[in-house]
T-cell receptor, first 108, second 118 residues
Framework: GQNIDQPTEMTATEGAIVQINCTYQTSGFNGLFWYQQHAGEAPTFLSYNVLDGLEEKGRFSSFLSRSKGYSYLLLKELQMKDSASYLCAGVYGQNFVFGPGTRLSVLP | EAGVAQSPRYKIIEKRQSVAFWCNPISGHATLYWYQQILGQGPKLLIQFQNNGVVDDSQLPKDRFSAERLKGVDSTLKIQPAKLEDSAVYLC????????????????FGQGTRLTVV
């Protein structure tokens, strides 16, 4: 299968910067999505990368390196409301393949 | 714009019973997905429709799970009979029609149905 790997849990302090990494299988890969999911709620779209490089959207940025099979989500100026799970999803043809998610806890 | 609607929000059943979930996607979205999300894990695709045709059902346990999207709009997912390991959140998502060889548009998720099998 298309192995999507992320750290299970991360902790950071309010106001800080945190980087959540995601690695994936490059064979058949077409693009990468990041979603945010608060506990008990639906995943919501954050970003989409198909080309190498950094996509910036406010406090959130996402980076992709297709040759290395690597992406990261960068969250700046962390707020308490950023405590959530962050899901990395690879696109393989007509399918999204989700990673296990990274549960981020933001501490005061 | 109305989002993806799912019902019920919660369901508790005994093992070996049957259950059905309903999903109404965003208007105009041709692609519809059903995902199973076990606590602490990422969503796992069960079945993907484009209009009323099945694109991928390779991970659907067909001996007990079935899904349909008869008119290419809303969809139902059924489990019959349920097992304890089916306890999970069942998420429905929709997106604009996938054109070309790969997805290039985000999926919008409903709030899910939390199923507990006892």
């Amino acid at each position: 299968g298309q192995n999507i790997d992320q750290p299970t849990e991360m902790t950071a302090t309010e106001g800080a910067i945190v980087q959540i990494n995601c690695t994936y299988q490059t064979s058949g890969f077409n693009g990468l999505f990041w979603y945010q999911q608060h506990a008990g709620e639906a995943p919501t779209f954050l970003s989409y990368n198909v080309l190498d490089g950094l996509e910036e959207k406010g406090r959130f940025s996402s980076f992709l390196s297709r040759s290395k099979g690597y992406s990261y989500l960068l969250l700046k100026e962390l707020q308490m409301k950023d405590s959530a799970s962050y899901l990395c999803a690879g696109v393989y043809g007509q399918n999204f393949v989700f990673g296990p998610g990274t549960r981020l806890s933001v501490l005061p | 714009e109305a989002g993806v609607a799912q019902s019920p929000r919660y369901k508790i059943i005994e093992k070996r019973q049957s259950v059905a979930f309903w999903c109404n996607p965003i208007s105009g979205h041709a692609t519809l997905y059903w995902y199973q999300q076990i606590l602490g894990q990422g969503p796992k695709l069960l079945i993907q429709f484009q209009n009323n045709g099945v694109v991928d059902d390779s991970q659907l346990p067909k001996d007990r799970f079935s899904a349909e999207r008869l008119k290419g709009v809303d969809s139902t997912l059924k489990i019959q009979p349920a097992k304890l390991e089916d306890s999970a959140v069942y998420l429905c998502a929709s997106s604009l029609e996938v054109r070309g060889p790969a997805i290039n548009t985000e999926a919008f998720f409903g709030q899910g149905t939390r199923l507990t099998v006892v």
